[in-house]
C-alpha cells in the first residue's frame, strides 16, 4: 500500500477511512462527507465512511481499523472528534487527515489547514506528512490544551441543542452564565517541583486557544515542554479580561501582568478546596482534580500543508 504525497516511506494513499460527526458544527454533514468520498476517489483514493455515534466512538473506530494497515485516517469534525481519533494513531505510521467540521478547530489554525472543506481534502492528495507531540492528561492524550476551572465548565454545563443550532453563540449563553457563577477555586498548581497558586488554569501543548485565541504564545506541539497558563485573581473583572487579552494574538493578557506563563515538562493540579474541580482537554470536560500533564512518549504523524 503507498501513502500520502509527501511521506518518504508510504507515497499516495490509497486506501483508508473518513470519520466525521454527522452534527458537527451548525449542519449535517453526512451529503458533503459523501462528495468528499466520490472526489477523492478520482484521484484513486478509497475512504470509507465512518459516522461516530458519542463520545468515544471515534478512537474505537480506528482501534478496529489499524489492523487493517490504512493509509490514511480522514477526520471531520471538531477538536474532540479528532483528538480522539489522534488518540489511537499515537505511535503508528498512520498520517491524520484534518477537515475543519465543527464549532472550532483549534489544530487546524495550528497547522495552518484550509477551513474550506475541498482544499482541506486536498491535503490527503497534495501534502507534507509533519510530526507533532501530544501530550497527556492522566491518561488521556491531548494535542491542545487541558483547560482547569472556568472553561472546562462552560463545555461540561454546555447546552448541546444550543452549540448544534447556534455554535458559538450557543456556546457563548453557557459562557456568561458560568462566568458569574464562577467561585474562583483556589488551586495548586505544581510545574516540576515548583508550587503556583491559581483560580484558573490552562496547560498548554499549542498557542491556540478558542479558535483563533493566543492562551500561549510560545507553546507548540513541536517542543518537550507544556506552557502553562497561571491566573490567580479572584476578581471577575480580571477574569473577563484575560479572555478579552487572549483575542487578537498580542498576548494583551500576559503584557497586562493579569496572567503568566511558567514552562514545565510535568504538571500537575491539584484542588485546596473541599471539592474537586472539572478539566477539558481538547475542548471536551472529561476530567477532574487531581489532573497530572507530562508530554507524551508516542507522536502523531499529520498531514499539513506544505512549507515554502
Request: hydrophobic letters at 45%; aromatic letters at 6%; charged letters at 25%.
Amino acid at each position: 500500500m503507498s501513502a500520502p504525497a509527501g511521506s518518504e516511506a508510504r507515497g499516495p494513499a490509497r486506501r483508508g477511512v473518513l470519520i466525521y460527526n454527522p452534527t458537527a458544527g451548525q449542519r449535517d454533514r453526512r451529503a458533503a462527507m459523501q462528495a468528499v468520498i466520490e472526489r477523492l476517489r478520482d484521484d484513486g483514493i478509497e475512504l470509507a465512511h465512518a459516522p461516530t455515534r458519542g463520545p468515544g466512538h471515534a478512537t474505537r473506530i480506528v482501534r478496529d481499523l489499524l489492523p487493517g494497515n490504512p493509509d490514511v485516517v480522514a477526520v471531520c469534525g471538531g477538536d474532540g472528534t479528532v483528538s480522539e481519533a489522534a488518540a489511537a494513531l499515537l505511535g503508528t505510521d498512520v498520517p491524520l487527515a484534518i477537515l475543519p467540521g465543527g464549532t472550532s478547530n483549534v489544530l487546524a489554525v495550528e497547522l495552518g489547514i484550509p477551513f474550506e472543506l475541498d482544499r482541506a481534502a486536498r491535503l490527503i492528495v497534495d501534502a507534507e506528512v509533519r510530526t507533532v507531540r501530544a501530550a497527556v492528561a492522566n491518561d488521556r492524550p491531548f494535542l491542545l490544551m487541558a483547560g482547569v476551572g472556568l472553561d472546562a465548565r462552560v463545555m461540561g454545563k454546555m447546552s448541546l441543542f444550543l452549540k448544534r443550532w447556534f455554535g458559538r453563540a450557543g456556546i457563548l449563553v453557557t459562557a456568561v452564565v458560568e462566568f458569574f457563577r464562577y467561585e474562583f477555586p483556589k488551586l495548586d498548581v505544581e510545574i516540576d517541583g515548583a508550587h503556583h497558586a491559581a483560580t484558573f488554569a490552562v496547560v498548554a501543548n499549542s498557542k491556540h486557544y478558542a479558535g483563533d485565541w493566543i492562551v500561549a504564545p510560545d507553546a507548540s506541539a513541536d517542543s518537550d515542554t507544556l506552557e502553562v497558563l497561571i491566573f490567580d485573581s479572584r476578581s471577575r473583572r480580571d477574569l473577563f479580561r484575560l479572555f478579552r487579552g487572549m483575542q487578537g494574538g498580542k498576548g494583551k493578557h500576559l503584557k497586562s501582568g493579569l496572567a503568566r506563563v511558567v514552562r514545565g515538562r510535568r504538571v500537575r493540579v491539584t484542588s485546596l478546596e473541599p471539592y474537586a474541580v472539572e478539566v477539558q482537554v481538547d475542548g471536551d470536560c472529561v476530567l477532574e482534580t487531581p489532573v497530572e500533564c507530562r508530554i507524551a512518549e508516542r507522536r502523531l504523524r499529520v498531514l499539513a500543508p506544505r512549507k515554502g
